[in-house]
């Protein structure tokens, strides 16, 4: 399964929903094309919503720290929301866990954001 | 047992017991990488390996064709990429062999290093290392060979001891 993604905005903050998988090729150019489009439009109070993403490799988990490094570069913030156990894991083990600001509830992951 | 295949144990093992060895010589394209991942899970799922382990098998397997094939082969035509399942009776033993420039144990960097934390690449080794039991890397100048072991029976919290 390819990865899909769609994004909606709730009081100021861009919630990606992401679905399937982010590996090398499609689902990692989606990531970082979608991220670049927010970006464009100034909307840098973004978060990942990954309850639906059901395998992330190496070449995602590297697109992820992309997406966090060059939101935070130009002054936003990008938070991860609902991370399914492999991800949660995957996140534990690469010691990513603590660096990403991970939610598990949309409504105070949107409120945790700078206003 | 929480099991990835749907037959009952001893079924399963008598499946992948007429199962030696077999291997796969595949182009350095994205497909042979998906190719051999599938192929992994599939084979895991006919052993004795729990739902996590037959996961953590197939992306075991899909960090190091990526590194076959991207980092290795460089995604050449004319370079192939090896893949090979044997099972020796109480372990699947994967051999992923390249063509490209060769690949150093000493040139791997540590990605839990503060310094490479944000990188975007370099964890590949890493997870591979996290997901099997043994890991040997063999430069075989040129090309790599990477050698994973999963051995049966041996739980994933006792799995990293156990790594080379």
């Known amino acids: 399964m390819t990865?899909?993604?769609s994004n909606r905005r709730v009081d100021g903050v861009t919630i990606l929903d992401l679905s399937g998988r982010i590996t090398l090729g499609e689902g990692s150019v989606v990531l970082r094309d979608q991220i670049r489009e927010l970006l464009g439009k100034n909307e840098k109070k973004i978060l990942l919503n990954l309850g639906d993403v059901t395998y992330i490799d190496s070449s995602g988990i590297g697109e992820l720290v992309s997406a966090f490094t060059t939101v935070r570069n130009q002054g936003g913030e990008l938070k991860l929301l609902n991370l399914t156990k492999k991800v949660?894991?995957?996140l534990q083990i690469t010691k990513l866990y603590t660096v990403f600001d991970v939610k598990d509830d949309e409504a105070s992951a949107i409120k945790a954001f700078t206003k | 047992m929480g099991?990835?295949?749907g037959a009952t144990l001893s079924a399963r093992k008598n499946e992948f017991m007429t199962l030696e060895r077999v291997s796969y010589t595949l182009d350095s394209t994205l497909d042979s990488v998906n190719k051999a991942e599938q192929t992994a899970e599939e084979l895991a799922a006919k052993m004795p390996f729990e739902e996590e382990d037959c996961h953590r098998i197939a992306m075991a397997v899909r960090e190091a064709a990526v590194n076959a094939v991207l980092h290795g082969n460089a995604y050449d035509?004319?370079?192939?990429m090896t893949v090979s399942f044997e099972n020796t009776g109480n372990a699947l033993v994967i051999k992923i062999v390249d063509q490209g420039r060769g690949l150093r144990d000493e040139d791997i960097p540590d990605p839990l290093a503060e310094e490479n934390?944000?990188?975007?690449?370099g964890r590949g080794i890493f997870l591979i290392r996290s997901f099997m039991d043994e890991v040997k890397i063999r430069n075989l100048e040129p090309g790599t060979e990477i050698t994973l072991v999963k051995h049966i029976g041996q739980s994933s919290e006792t799995a990293t001891?156990?790594?080379q």
């Open chain 1, 88 to 90: 949660h894991d995957l």
């Open chain 2, 3 to 5: 099991d990835c295949g």
């Open chain 2, 77 to 80: 035509p004319k370079k192939k």
């Open chain 2, 117 to 121: 934390l944000l990188k975007q690449s």
């Open chain 1, 3 to 5: 990865m899909k993604a």
């Open chain 2, 161 to 163: 001891e156990g790594r």
